[in-house]
């Protein structure tokens, strides 16, 4: 009996030992896992993001470097033409590296949606950064900038009375006075399918008709059509507002100005740049976390700076030329209807003779 009971307890000692054994080990194991995971999930956070831009590596360099001193989070970028990179992103699918598509014009960010390279993000910071009408409905792209086109004009031949709204660069007071960017620019189609969202097609129409009617010059560049006012081509144009900005640094005698138009009714038209969480990003956490970075007052103000564009926070100071021109009441319009319109305010254009 008693061996038999020394047996025993030796047989729970080695039991007892052997589950201590054990424990110890499963705790080394689920410690060890414990430390993968962890190691993993800051290896993820960690991972760099991947950018297509269309816009220049000057315009989004700055903003890329202070998000990576702030969050550890590298940043690698290809910039190329608008077109080229949606197509990449279609050709590429669902292997595709980019994390994030960064674009200009409303329309393009809206075609993109269209053509399924984006997802929508759920961001408290986006939403509070950025205001309804300068989303997607869907939170599918996000506006950085605004980019306003407004009336500008000659100071030496037009006084800021003689100008109302775009639709009254229809009157033939103008006549061989207009300057205007080809309708095959996107910036005109977004201008149209403005017009078409706020004035209907027909009142549309009838407006570029009327422009049409004034014998315009058509130019390639905001640039040129404004140095083709300081020259005496033409006495007013539509163009955005910060080619002017940039002709201002160097001259802030430059003989042009810009009038606000509509400003008794919608408000000047507004476009946009922006920026998308792409379908297949790998790493969508550290892209959203880059999208809110990028919206808030330290990108925001780079922006600003370096192309004059409107910050979209409006917590963010404006630069000086921008304050110079003075406060504006824009057109609230859902940027995202500059885009649904494309197609339609191309037909008008083309039935106009606007080429
Ligand atoms: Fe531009």
Wanted: net charge negative; charged share 30%.
């Amino acid at each position: 009996m008693r061996f038999a009971s020394i047996g025993r307890y030796v047989r729970v000692i080695s039991v007892i030992a052997a589950l201590f054994v054990l424990l110890a080990a499963c705790g080394q194991t689920s410690k060890k896992a414990g430390t993968d995971n962890d190691d993993k999930k800051a290896s993820e956070t960690k991972k760099e993001v991947v950018v297509y831009s269309s816009r220049t590596e000057e315009l989004i360099k700055p903003a890329f470097d202070a998000f990576t001193k702030e969050t550890g989070i590298k940043v690698s970028f290809t910039t190329a033409k608008e077109a080229e990179l949606q197509e990449r992103l279609k050709a590429e699918g669902a292997n595709s590296p980019a994390d994030m598509l960064i674009t200009v014009d409303a329309g393009n960010l809206w075609l993109a949606a269209d053509a399924g390279l984006l997802q929508p993000v759920s961001s408290d910071v986006l939403e509070e950064n950025i205001s309804d009408n300068l989303r997607a409905p869907d939170n599918q792209w996000f506006a950085l900038t605004m980019r306003a086109r407004p009336i500008m004009y000659s100071k030496d031949r037009v006084k800021p009375a003689q100008l109302s709204t775009y639709e009254d660069l229809s009157d033939k007071k103008w006549k061989g006075r207009l300057g205007l960017r080809t309708s095959e620019k996107v910036y005109t189609k977004s201008l149209i399918s403005s017009m078409i969202a706020s004035l209907g097609e027909k009142k549309a129409e009838a407006m570029i008709e009327g422009w049409m009617a004034n014998d315009p010059i058509i130019f390639d560049s905001d640039t040129d059509m404004i140095k083709a006012i300081e020259a005496g081509q033409n006495d007013v144009a539509i163009a955005n507002s910060y080619y002017l900005g940039r002709l201002l640094k160097e001259d802030a005698d430059y003989p042009v100005d810009i009038f606000w138009p509509n400003q008794d009714d919608r408000g000047a038209h507004v476009n946009v740049s922006g920026a998308g969480i792409t379908k297949h990003a790998p790493n969508k956490e550290g892209a959203v976390k880059l999208l809110e970075f990028l919206s808030g007052p330290v990108a925001q103000k780079s922006f600003g700076e370096l192309n004059l564009e409107y910050p979209v926070n409006e917590n963010v100071e404006l630069h000086e030329i921008l304050d110079g021109w003075g406060e504006f009441k824009r057109d609230d319009l859902n940027v995202s209807e500059l885009g649904k319109n494309q197609t339609e305010a191309v037909k008008m254009a083309d039935r106009a003779g606007y080429r």
